[in-house]
């Protein structure tokens, strides 16, 4: 296992477009979270999924925006009719419950998105 | 409202000089703070936490609950910490705030 697997790393995209990102997280890992990062900004959560219940959903997550972890296992994070301001870095991370919050997060590399 | 304030977007510094990124953060709870370093190229990565009291690559950082600060400390910069450094909060939502990072270079 090489860690937090993310496809694809970058994502050219024409506005109204649909898209999905796929993340494959440490084997082991329950707990599996998607944060956004823009320019000059941090990471902002959007949300995260414990085995394959998602349990916290961000108001950054519009209804043009739905993830899912179908077995527990990967999760693919889609945004519908895309829009320029969807542009950014979309950064998988995951955890072993019990860790700690935050102690335990791998990052994946990201899927940097253009919505041209 | 939980909020990172990083009040520096970039800290440059000569090798050897002292280094202090600053931190502060707003929660009304007793959070988890943590440092995540990004190095050029590479993965968002966990520099330390506030619980261990650990010394990594040579940083330190106190939470300082009265100040509501935890400023991240080396005391001799080497051009190889050249990074993004990034402050984080954990409270009992179970996900990380970030903070906007301060990107520290070390020159020669």
């Known amino acids: 296992d090489t860690g937090v697997s993310q496809n694809p790393r970058h994502k050219i995209t024409k506005r109204g477009q649909n898209v999905t990102f796929r993340c494959d997280p440490i084997s082991e890992h329950n707990r599996l979270y998607w944060y956004r990062q823009t320019l000059g900004q941090g990471p902002e959560f959007l949300t995260y999924?414990?085995?394959?219940?998602?349990?916290?959903k961000s108001r950054l997550l519009s209804d043009r925006f739905s993830a899912e972890r179908p077995k527990g296992s990967f999760s693919t994070l889609e945004i519908q009719r895309t829009e320029q301001g969807d542009s950014a870095m979309y950064l998988c991370?995951?955890?072993?419950?019990?860790?700690?919050?935050?102690?335990?997060?791998?990052f994946g590399s990201g899927t940097r998105l253009t919505v041209v | 409202a939980q909020r990172v304030t990083q009040p520096e977007k970039l800290l440059s510094v000569f090798k050897g000089a002292p280094v202090e990124l600053k931190c502060n953060y707003s929660?009304?709870?007793?959070?988890?703070l943590f440092w995540y370093v990004q190095y050029s190229r590479q993965r968002l990565q966990l520099l330390l936490r506030?619980?261990s009291r650990e010394s990594i690559k040579g940083f330190t950082a106190d939470l300082n609950k009265g100040e509501t600060s935890f400023h991240l400390k080396k005391p001799f910069a080497q051009e190889e910490d050249s990074a993004m450094y990034y402050c984080a909060l954990s409270g009992a939502t179970n996900k990380l705030i970030f903070g906007t990072g301060t990107l520290l270079a070390v020159q020669p």
């Open positions: 929660y009304s709870g007793s959070p988890e």
């Open positions: 991370a995951s955890s072993l419950t019990g860790t700690g919050e935050g102690y335990g997060y791998t």
């Open positions: 506030h619980i």
């Open positions: 999924f414990q085995n394959e219940a998602q349990l916290e």
